[in-house]
């Protein structure tokens, strides 16, 4: 299974650079979105959308890719765009389709969303190879020492959210991390690096851990709490994973939370230096 899930996560890739080198460029990140789109044959719509972040009706000459114009972030639209054009290059069958945090989102069950359908995991991956094309996310990170400072550097680097950032950054093997998403109250998703050598405790449904900093930003009502290199707060091991048998003490980890008021929702990234 995991075989195949990976020629499809190579083959949306493959596509996303065979777009940048048909229309010769390294990279979209100063190209506006409704250019390329139209392009590609394609009308690019922004308007109110009730419950959707956009949304692609393919017809036999045009296509029109819509992109709610109430989303409050700009990077959150060009991965919404993106992953539309992904439909568009890859998905011709499908007539009318509507995204939403759910098909939007990385952070979902990537196997679970596999089985139910291929789609959405090509078109994600289209987004993200070609809004942070691999030889320049690499380039950008590789060597450098992991931290908020160097997430929210590539993420204003390639104009795209600090969660797409994260997992990008995961995708690499740069450093091990564990990211936890976190929707009104309870943790929704975890994932983390291969070479995480952890055991995560049982968290899906629950309230983030006592003592994490996830923790604190939800008593905060989402506000932020701390600010600069303070972002990155120091906490034991055992607040978010189990310790070994062999382990007599805690360890020191680190935890750098992205809270999005709006939406009720926490990022919270976990590692060892």
């Given amino acids: 299974m995991k075989v195949v899930y990976n ?7 493959s596509i996303a650079k065979k777009l940048l080198s048909d229309i010769g460029l390294n990279e979209v990140t100063d190209l506006p979105m409704k250019l390329l789109i139209s392009g590609l044959g394609g009308i690019l719509i922004e308007e109110p959308l009730k419950g959707s972040d956009g949304r692609i009706i393919q017809g036999k000459k045009k296509a029109i890719i819509k992109v709610n114009s109430n989303i409050k972030y700009e990077a959150r639209k060009r991965f919404a765009i993106a992953h539309e054009i992904g439909h568009l ?5 499908i007539a009318v389709h509507n995204e939403n945090t759910n098909t939007l989102s990385w952070f979902n069950d990537a196997m679970k969303k596999y089985k139910s359908g291929i789609q959405e995991l090509e078109a994600n ?3 993200t190879e070609l ?3 691999s030889d320049l996310f690499n380039k950008e990170a590789r060597g450098k020492q992991f931290s908020p400072q160097l997430l929210q550097y590539l993420s204003k680097r390639f ?21 936890v998403f976190i929707s009104n109250g309870v943790v929704s998703y975890w994932k983390k690096s291969e070479d995480l050598k952890v055991w995560v405790k049982e968290m899906r449904k629950l309230p983030p851990p006592k003592d994490s900093v996830a923790e604190e930003y939800i008593k905060a009502d989402y506000d932020f709490v701390y600010k ?3 972002k990155q707060q120091e906490i034991d091991k055992s607040i978010w994973f189990k310790l070994g048998n062999y382990e007599r ?16 929702t926490i990022l919270s990234i976990i590692w060892e230096d």
């Fill in 228 to 230: 600069g290199e303070e």
């Fill in 131 to 133: 809004l942070m094309p």
């Fill in 89 to 93: 290059l890859m998905h011709k069958d």
């Fill in 125 to 127: 991956q289209f987004a």
């Fill in 7 to 13: 020629v499809h996560i190579r083959r949306a890739a």
């Fill in 159 to 179: 104009n795209t959210s600090i969660t797409s950032t994260a997992f990008r950054y995961m995708q690499f093997h740069l450093h091990p991390i564990c990211i």
């Fill in 249 to 264: 003490q805690d360890k020191p980890f680190y935890e750098y939370c992205i809270p999005t008021k709006p939406y009720k």
